[in-house]
């Protein structure tokens, strides 16, 4: 019983001590607080990473290796996935490089000219994509009227791009923000701008990353002129394609790779202007449970469809259909190292109030050897005397290790009008919401990490107690007891 | 005449023995000094011995073998039968704490706890928490008693600092009686009080003696001290020069 109630008498009665206590809090608070910043910011990173990839990426092998060729068109594999109940929406995407220069400048002139540098042309990805604009809207109109007549239209579950990836909410400003050039109508992203030019032959809409709308100073319904090289079957040669685009409007994704270097146009219209010679690159799929389903759905999916032919067999099957996690392994895979790192070091917080505490029982031994001695002499054993100590450092850590994970948790929670109301307290501003395009500080906090931190809070305290409590075990009574 | 100090006619029955203790303690690495050459001692239960000697004639050391707090390089001590030393740690810490009480001179309190938990503390460490818990208000009960009897009912809540050095050597007689012990050591118990104040400490010590019927080794240079006892042994150079079972003449 002397045990602990001598241990908590001490604790308060050398303040001291309570060094030991808020080195402990102010370590697993600061943990929990950092932690939880860091899972916020690796958890925004995930989504950046992520980007506009869907859950599953389909890429067909399309005639790289000899005798390996699927169809061409996309509609028997659209339609062999589509079939999966655990498949919520496929679209096609065809994707292409092409190049683009500054406004009013002709692109075969650019590359016919030598020498200069000031107009080179940039190079961008050519996103050609599905979307079922007219269908979404007019089926509902329809289903009504058809109902008015006492007939019944079935639901019609349209999918394309929209359903599949983030654009909409690209379009819409849902992603991160409003955008500089907005579509007229986020559903009908490739309908002419009410502002283009009237003469000569219709052209097709684009849609602009909004940097690249930005940095080549451009307005809706500027004409764009892309350039493009398809391989001529007759004649093997790769020929510059050029063709004028109108400018719909711009996305705004927050991803700096996609505002900075994509263009987004009708799937159709960039079969076209290759020529025909690729309609599809990938396929696009959403799982309905994607944390379920994810990796029995790809496998399934790589049998499938490499048994009814629509992918290769053999060895290259698998990286026909990937996860878009499989297809960001190496970053994920450093965002988790980053995390697990940051761990590491940041738990040297927790050793240094483990030295802390050792510094402070190390002292008190040494003042407290007269009681020491007294105890023995009571009729404590040395053990007891261990364990006296021992639990001294076991309060250090319970108290603070509490108030500590309260403090971390609520520092967490309450992290951005923390950070505002620090910021307007030094006049400076600490966290520029600009650089990261968050309009708030991520945070979250998880609850196995906090009783991880907690219990690293004990087992470090404990751990660096157990030399001074040894030491006061081995005291010599009567060397203790003549102690002044 | 009994040529064996250690044994004796008297129907009371032994309440510790040692014999042929022997104690040299290490002055440097290849010298060393004995303080305690081949010493045989036997304390009866509700006998008073006195323990005299002058400063270095090896009386604490003796004190301090006996209550088990030094381990003697040679010799046998025996408790209720049982040898000791050759018990486990635990065991030797329960007889310190069951069946002997100590006083010493320096009253040895615990500065951090109060008058009343000082007196607890031996029951304290004899028990498990949840033991303590059981019987607490009962240990409280008899505590606070016990401090009033020695007049210390409006200090029970005084931490050591706060008392007087006669309040605290009376504190320190109440813990060393607390746990009802065989037998008593006491380490030079007036020698730090002034003399008014030590007569009266004495006068509590050996009426508590006295009523309860226990032993008691008070360790002294000063014979008036000795003179209370029934038995005063005198030790020189480290070995017993006299043992009398009468006081000394003043």
């Known amino acids: ?90 679209t096609s995407q065809l994707i292409w490089a092409g190049l683009i220069t500054q406004r009013g400048k002709k692109l075969d002139h650019i590359l016919a000219s030598q020498g200069s540098t000031a107009n080179n042309p940039i190079l961008v990805q050519l996103v050609g994509i599905d979307t079922a604009g007219p269908l979404r809207v007019t089926w509902p109109a329809l289903q009504a009227a058809v109902r008015t007549v006492g007939g019944i239209l079935p639901d019609l579950h349209v999918q394309d791009e929209f359903d599949t990836t983030r654009l909409l909410a690209a379009l819409t400003g849902e992603a991160s923000g409003p955008t500089l050039a907005p579509v007229e109508n986020p559903l009908f992203p490739f309908a002419p701008p009410s502002r283009r030019p009237r003469r000569g032959r219709p052209k097709a809409s684009v849609l602009v990353g909004e940097q690249l709308f930005d ?23 790769w020929p510059l394609n050029n063709r004028e685009f109108v400018v719909a409007g711009t996305f705004r994704s927050g991803q700096n790779e996609a505002d900075m270097g994509r263009i987004y146009l009708d799937r159709g219209e960039l079969s076209d202007f290759l020529g025909h010679f690729r309609d599809y690159t990938q396929v696009l799929v959403a799982a309905r449970d994607y944390e379920h389903d994810a990796a029995s759905l790809t496998a399934d999916l790589r049998r499938d469809l490499a048994e009814r032919g629509l992918i290769s067999e053999g060895p290259r099957g698998p990286y026909e259909v990937r996860t878009w996690e499989e297809f960001r392994v190496n970053l994920l895979g450093a965002i988790e190292n980053e995390r697990v790192l940051m761990a590491i070091m940041l738990s040297l917080v927790l050793v240094v109030a483990g030295f802390t505490i050792f510094a402070i029982l190390s002292m008190m031994v040494s003042e407290k050897r007269r009681d020491i001695g007294i105890l023995l002499a009571l009729g404590a054993t040395p053990r007891g005397i261990r364990q006296m100590f021992l639990f001294i450092a076991f309060w250090d850590a319970l108290l603070g290790s509490l108030a500590g994970a309260l403090l971390g948790t609520w520092g967490a929670l309450r992290i951005d009008p923390l950070e505002r109301a620090l910021s307007r307290f030094f006049g400076v501003e600490i966290f520029n919401r600009q650089v990261y395009l968050f309009d708030h500080i991520p945070s979250i906090v998880q609850p196995l990490a906090v009783a991880l931190i907690v219990l690293g809070a004990f087992a470090c305290a404990l751990l660096f107690a157990a030399i001074p409590a040894w030491r006061a075990s081995k005291l010599d009574p009567l060397a203790a007891l003549r102690y002044e | 005449m009994n040529t064996d100090p250690t044994r004796r006619d008297s129907p009371a029955p032994v309440v510790l023995r040692a014999h042929g203790i022997r104690r040299a303690f290490a002055l440097g690495k290849a010298r060393s000094l004995e303080i305690l050459h081949g010493i045989d001692i036997a304390l009866h239960r509700g006998e008073r011995v006195a323990l005299m000697g002058a400063s270095g004639a090896g009386k604490s050391t003796l004190l301090h073998i006996l209550g088990l707090l030094d381990r003697p390089d040679e010799g046998e001590i025996e408790i209720d039968g049982r040898d000791p030393w050759a018990c486990s740690v635990a065991e030797r810490a329960s007889i310190r704490n069951q069946r002997l009480g100590f006083v010493f001179q320096f009253y040895h309190l615990l500065p951090e706890l109060t008058a009343i938990e000082n007196v607890l503390l031996p029951s304290m460490i004899a028990r498990g928490a949840v033991d303590w818990r059981r019987s607490r208000g009962e240990l409280r009960a008899r505590a606070e ?101 009468h006081p000394i003449p003043l």
């Not at chain 2, 006669?166 to 009802?180: H, K, M, N, S």
């Not at chain 2, 118990?189 to 050996?206: C, I, Q, R, S």
């Not at chain 2, 003696?209 to 032993?215: A, H, T, Y």
Request: aromatic fraction near 4%; hydrophobic fraction near 45%; charge should be negative.
């Open chain 1, 1 to 90: 019983m002397y045990r602990s109630f001598l241990s908590w008498r001490y604790l308060f009665a050398r303040r001291t001590n309570l060094i030991g206590m808020v080195g402990i809090l102010v370590a697993v608070a600061a943990l929990i607080l950092i932690l939880s910043i860091m899972t916020g910011f690796l958890d925004a990173s995930r989504d950046a990473v992520r980007g506009s990839l869907a859950d599953i990426i389909i890429e067909p092998n399309q005639g790289v290796e000899a005798g390996s060729e699927v169809p061409r068109d996309p509609y028997e594999l659209l339609h062999a996935v589509r079939s999966d109940e655990r498949v919520q929406a496929a």
């Open chain 2, 145 to 245: 008693h016990a401090l009033a009897e020695f007049g210390l009912a409006d200090r029970m809540r005084h931490k050591p600092p706060q008392l007087s050095g006669g309040e605290r050597q009376r504190v320190a007689i109440a813990r060393a009686l607390f746990t009802d012990p065989e037998l008593l050591l006491a380490d030079e118990p007036t020698g730090n009080l002034d003399k008014a104040t030590g007569e009266t400490v004495l006068e509590l010590l050996l009426a508590e003696q006295e009523k309860r019927g226990l032993s008691m080794l008070l360790v002294t240079h000063d014979s008036r001290l000795a003179a209370h006892c029934e038995r005063v042994l005198t030790i020189e150079d480290g070995v017993i020069q006299a043992d009398s079972a």
């Open chain 1, 215 to 237: 940095i080549f100073n451009m307005r809706r319904g500027d004409i764009l002129q892309i350039g493009t090289i398809v391989q001529d079957p007759e004649t093997g040669e």
